[in-house]
T-cell receptor, first 113, second 115 residues
Framework: GENVEQHPSTLSVQEGDSAVIKCTYS??????FPWYKQELGKGPQLIID?????GEKKDQRIAVTLNKTAKHFSLHITETQPEDSAVYFCAASWESGNTPLVFGKGTRLSVIA | NAGVMQNPRHLVRRRGQEARLRCSPM?????VYWYRQLPEEGLKFMVYLQKENIIDESGMPKERFSAEFPKEGPSILRIQQVVRGDSAAYFC?????????????FGQGTRLTVV
């Protein structure tokens, strides 16, 4: 089955700097890659997603890149702010194979003011 | 439009008791997914339900765990004869469309503690 590895597990950056979180997946058939942000005591919230027919997607300060050949995808947050501090999860799924979302173990991002 | 509602937010059960976790999906959503999250871990898929049907229960333990999503009312995740290892946060998500590549909206979770 699908296996998603996420790195790093913790990340500290200065306010205004960029943060990059990387994930690799094992199943080359996976075609949907969402990213979730989870704040303390809350449920995960979808922040951006990408499908296998595109290589990059951007939404304001957040961008995601996908390298299908290498089977990895990354989340980029620019101009980080203290409110970006949270746990971020990547996930992968294969719609045609009817497989559920498989999540990485998460990255705890701390933005230091 | 209220989001996905889960209750209770916190649940304490003694070993051997039953735990019932409720999830009311967003209005208009007929697809519900349950996930379990252990401390410092990602979310693990448990079960996917559509109204009155279980679509995929491949992630749910065969014993003690069951789930339903009746025609009327919330989805229920039931854990019978709870053990300490069941302590975790249980999240429910809903979506208006089925499948695995549609945006799913998560509730705030139920934190189950077994003592």
């Amino acid at each position: 089955g699908e296996n998603v590895e996420q790195h790093p597990s913790t990340l500290s950056v200065q306010e205004g700097d960029s943060a990059v979180i990387k994930c690799t997946y094992s199943d080359s058939a996976s075609n949907y890659f969402p990213w979730y942000k989870q704040e303390l005591g809350k449920g995960p919230q979808l922040i951006i997603d990408i499908r296998s027919n595109v290589g990059e997607k951007k939404d304001q300060r957040i961008a995601v890149t996908l390298n299908k050949t290498a089977k990895h995808f990354s989340l980029h947050i620019t101009e980080t702010q203290p409110e970006d501090s949270a746990v971020y999860f990547c996930a992968a799924s294969w719609e045609s194979g009817n497989t559920p979302l498989v999540f990485g173990k998460g990255t705890r991002l701390s933005v230091i003011a | 439009n209220a989001g996905v509602m889960q209750n209770p937010r916190h649940l304490v059960r003694r070993r051997g008791q039953e735990a019932r976790l409720r999830c009311s999906p967003m209005k208009g959503h007929s697809h519900v997914y349950w996930y379990r999250q252990l401390p410092e871990e990602g979310l693990k898929f448990m079960v996917y339900l559509q109204k009155e049907n279980i679509i995929d229960e491949s992630g749910m333990p065969k014993e003690r765990f069951s789930a339903e999503f009746p025609k009327e009312g919330p989805s229920i995740l039931r854990i019978q004869q709870v053990v300490r290892g069941d302590s975790a946060a249980y999240f429910c998500a809903s979506s208006p469309l089925g499948g695995w590549d549609t945006e799913a909206f998560f509730g705030q979770g139920t934190r189950l503690t077994v003592v």
